[in-house]
């Protein structure tokens, strides 16, 4: 399956201040001189950064990619894509048109950068595994309990037993009787967020796959997932309006319109049918 060999320049900037000391010097070297840094063997890397060759090759491993050969390769699709905008937060009296061309700009460059960090065979995966599933669960908390819901609402034109839960009581007790057979999709942008921690760790203690989406980059959430899929947030600072939280949203989003996607092309015919029937009925409602 082809993967998408750019996105190098924002795993590195999303996991560079999460890195230990030597690689996180690798990470601001290259970050500045991508150029250069394409062009470098791993002790030449680690020379010019201050570092050695095996911190080099830790920082791979830290990123989760096969060695300095994918990072390299990604680093050049990236610098052959056109100039990217960057994130821009929202200014106390900005007048509309700003607005219109700020909060545009962030949706759009949330999902580009999620989709140069997509994981295909993860995605693949996660996909088998929700046509596969006796009961798909979600779960998340605050804005991404919304995430939850709209992807009960999706699922549910599947014909696939679902259910979403934004409260933590609520979701124990579906927990308490979940099984091997059941999915478990854990959604938390930072991935840290304790509730979702608890319900994805007991989940998995009780044999079902789990499936988390959350920030690109190691955290608690992520950990207790069989597989993790990432979206991008690496400008989600504070900020006066924090636009950063809408454009992560979407994020999240694309990320369960990408999933959703896989589930229905790969049962075409089957979804089809349960689409006409959904729209039989609706249409009898009018």
Same mark, same amino acid.
């Given at each position: 399956?082809?993967?998408?060999?750019?996105?190098?320049?924002?795993?590195?900037?999303?996991?560079?201040?999460?890195?230990?000391p030597s690689e996180k010097k690798i990470?601001?070297?290259?970050?500045?001189?991508?150029?250069?840094?394409?062009?470098?063997?791993?002790?030449?890397?680690?020379?010019?950064?201050?570092?050695?060759?095996?911190?080099?090759?830790?920082?791979?491993?830290?990123?989760?990619?096969?060695?300095?050969?994918?990072?390299?390769?990604?680093?050049?699709?990236?610098?052959?894509?056109?100039?990217?905008?960057?994130?821009?937060?929202?200014?106390?009296?900005?007048?509309?048109?700003?607005?219109?061309?700020?909060?545009?700009?962030?949706?759009?460059?949330?999902?580009?950068?999620?989709?140069?960090?997509?994981?295909?065979?993860?995605?693949?995966?996660?996909? +088998?595994?929700?046509?596969?599933?006796?009961?798909?669960?979600?779960?998340?908390?605050?804005?991404?309990?919304?995430?939850?819901?709209?992807?009960?609402?999706?699922?549910?034109?599947?014909?696939?037993?679902?259910?979403?839960?934004?409260?933590?009581?609520?979701?124990?007790?579906?927990?308490?009787?979940?099984?091997?057979?059941?999915?478990?999709?854990?959604?938390?942008?930072?991935?840290?967020?304790?509730?979702?921690?608890?319900?994805?760790? +007991?989940?998995?203690?009780?044999?079902?796959?789990?499936?988390?989406?959350?920030?690109?980059?190691?955290?608690?959430?992520?950990?207790?997932?069989?597989?993790?899929?990432?979206?991008?947030?690496?400008?989600?600072?504070?900020?006066?309006?924090?636009?950063?939280?809408?454009?992560?949203?979407?994020?999240?989003?694309?990320?369960?319109?990408?999933?959703?996607?896989?589930?229905?092309?790969?049962?075409? +015919?089957e979804a089809s049918g349960y689409f006409?029937?959904?729209?039989?009925?609706?249409?009898?409602?009018?």
């Open positions: 399956m082809k993967q998408p060999l750019k996105g190098g320049l924002v795993m590195l900037s999303e996991m560079k201040e999460n890195l230990p990470a601001a070297f290259i970050l500045d001189h991508p150029h250069e840094a394409i062009h470098c063997t791993a002790a030449q890397l680690g020379e010019l950064s201050g570092t050695s060759g095996a911190a080099v090759m830790r920082l791979c491993k830290s990123l989760d990619l096969k060695g300095l050969q994918e990072l390299k390769l990604r680093i050049s699709g990236d610098l052959q894509k056109e100039v990217a905008s960057t994130y821009r937060d929202i200014q106390p009296g900005e007048e509309m048109d700003a607005i219109v061309d700020k909060v545009t700009n962030n949706n759009m460059q949330a999902i580009r950068e999620t989709t140069e960090l997509v994981d295909f065979d993860g995605l693949e995966k996660a996909g +088998e595994a929700v046509v596969k599933a006796g009961r798909l669960h979600f779960f998340g908390v605050g804005a991404s309990g919304i995430i939850a819901q709209d992807a009960q609402q999706k699922f549910l034109r599947m014909n696939i037993a679902t259910s979403a839960f934004t409260d933590v009581h609520n979701a124990v007790m579906d927990i308490a009787n979940i099984k091997e057979t059941d999915v478990l999709v854990g959604i938390s942008f930072s991935g840290e967020t304790r509730e979702t921690a608890l319900v994805m760790e +007991e989940a998995k203690r009780r044999g079902a796959v789990t499936i988390s989406i959350t920030r690109y980059g190691s955290n608690t959430v992520a950990s207790f997932a069989d597989i993790p899929l990432y979206i991008s947030a690496s400008r989600e600072i504070p900020a006066p309006f924090r636009s950063g939280a809408t454009s992560s949203r979407m994020a999240q989003l694309h990320m369960i319109d990408l999933l959703f996607t896989k589930v229905v092309t790969s049962h075409f +015919e006409e029937q959904i729209q039989d009925i609706m249409t009898r409602l009018k």
